[in-house]
């Protein structure tokens, strides 16, 4: 039955993993775009700058955190919630080591997209409720854009499923360790590919930052929040794309193991391993944000619906007569 | 009275306030909202009978899909914010009451004359199995729905798509 220390720190390691991964992927991404742009960063506050977050969720929560006068005052202040109570949902089953996992769920992968589906709910109440066109226009945007890229990511994960002969998340890195080879390389690399577009939409990242579009949109559903609520969306935003890059890792790379290290040891490296993995992708998703520039809507939705579903339907036909044929 | 009793008694009061929540408020957007949360606990309730699946549908399908449709189109067609003294329909309020209170009704009866007699407790359905069983015992109906939703599908397509002979390729 259930156990209340269990859950406890079940829960405790999920808040460690989730905010150090945010902080970590918040560095990476400000770090990242000093040294691309030839621009010198944050270099004040420790050793060149490297705790900043730090100084940042500070200021934060010195901010005033303003409601405007006619905005709907209770969905306004819960809508940050959503959003956070999805991306903590979605840690509790990504596996950081065979043992060392918030609960290895039967019906992982399946749970792991009906919870992201939320986050969708707080920003577009968030963009509603804050009683301003380009918040709306922002919320809008980001629901039609997280609709249409919900489907490529589900059906590339879909693949995955077909080939591991399971849903649970520890079940499909053994499916791997067994193969010898992680999914990426023997026959998911198309789907590897589809998920990691889909996911920077859905974490809404440039070039998919159509709906918070800065230079147009003031900055979209996110104009009317400040201080803790804005530090809320922040931070999930970058909890998001670590724990989407956790699970492209876990699903794609082979997650906590790497091939030629002993099995048995698994539980020493296996965070190692998993972080290592979830950065390197987290710096491609740097790399592409400081390199392209912002899609339109209609190429932005286009490419969701004419490309991404039909090559993921596409691999699944291919995956599922590879499984029928070996 | 286990703990697990009690917890469901108070998901089942929640319930109970969420979903009357939804039809006295006369916000339509609150109303959404106050949906989530009763669809949100009636997959808490679901989760407390051990039946993840549905519990899981419920979030994705309901929560995830419709609900968000849902706000998705009353946003992009008309949401003031405040008080929206139309959505009461004094008229009907009679009618509406007569209608859900037969359908409870109905279905109180229909649930307790099927299970009551057999009612026992297991340890949850199992995924794996309810897969089995729909794609070998019910695989039948189970095409027919599938069939159904494609129909709808493509007739909501033609639907949406019909002034299209009279827009200009190009413009789209």
């Known amino acids: ?326 | 009275m286990e703990a697990l009793d009690i917890i469901s008694y108070f998901l089942l009061l929640g319930l109970l306030l969420a979903a009357v929540k939804v039809v006295t408020t006369s916000n339509v957007i609150h109303a959404a909202i106050s949906l989530v949360f009763t669809l949100a606990l009636t997959a808490g309730t679901f989760l407390l009978l051990s039946a993840e699946f549905v519990a899981l549908v419920i979030v994705l399908v309901y929560i995830g899909a419709v609900i968000v449709l849902f706000l998705f189109g009353i946003m992009i067609t008309r949401a003031p914010l405040g008080q929206n003294a139309e959505l009461d329909n004094e008229k009907n309020k009679g009618l509406a009451l007569g209608v859900s209170l037969s359908i409870f009704g109905i279905f109180s009866y229909v649930m307790l004359n099927t299970f009551d007699s057999q009612i026992n407790t297991t340890s949850g359905t199992s995924t794996e199995l309810l897969g089995e069983i729909l794609l070998s015992r019910f695989v039948f109906p189970f095409e027919v729905v599938s069939f159904v939703l494609l129909a709808a599908l493509i007739g909501g397509i033609t639907l949406a798509r019909q002034d299209n002979a009279l827009m200009d390729e190009n413009q789209i």
């Open chain 1, 1 to 326: 039955m259930i156990d209340g220390s269990q859950v406890l720190v079940t829960a405790g390691i999920i808040l460690a993993f989730a905010l150090n991964g945010a902080v970590i992927f918040t560095i990476l991404d400000v770090k990242g775009a000093s040294w691309m742009q030839r621009r010198p960063g944050p270099l004040h506050v420790g050793l060149r700058g490297f705790i900043f977050p730090l100084a940042e969720i500070i200021k934060f929560f010195q901010k005033e955190d303003i409601t405007p006068t006619n905005v709907d005052s209770a969905v306004f202040k819960w809508a940050p919630a959503y959003v956070l109570a999805s991306v903590f949902g979605l840690f509790v089953v990504v596996p950081i080591s065979p043992t060392l996992v918030g609960s290895d769920l039967d019906l992982g992968v399946f749970y792991l997209l009906a919870i992201s589906s939320l986050s969708t709910l707080g920003v577009l109440t968030a963009g509603w409720s804050s009683a301003n066109k380009y918040s709306l226009m922002g919320g809008i945007r980001a629901a039609g854009q997280l609709i249409a890229y919900e489907l490529p990511l589900i059906l590339a994960v879909v693949g995955v499923v077909i080939q591991a002969e399971t849903m649970s998340l520890v079940g499909i890195v053994e499916k791997q360790i067994e193969f010898g080879l992680p999914f990426v390389l023997s026959g998911q690399g198309l789907a590897f590919l589809i998920f990691m577009v889909a996911a920077t939409a859905e974490m809404m990242r440039v070039p998919f930052d159509m709906p918070i579009g800065e230079s147009e949109l003031v900055s979209g559903f996110l104009t009317e929040y400040s201080g803790v609520r804005f530090l809320i969306f922040y931070i999930a935003e970058y909890m998001n794309m670590f724990v989407l890059c956790a699970v492209a890792s876990t699903l794609f790379l082979g997650g906590y193991h790497v091939p030629l290290l002993p099995t048995e040891w698994v539980n020493f490296y296996g965070p190692v391993v998993l972080l290592t993995k979830t950065v390197l992708l987290g710096f491609i998703l740097v790399l592409v944000r400081w390199s392209f520039p912002r899609f339109r809507e209609d190429q932005l939705q286009n490419l969701a619906w004419k490309v991404l579903i039909p090559l993921s339907l596409l691999n699944i036909l291919i995956t599922s007569i590879m499984k029928v044929v070996f």
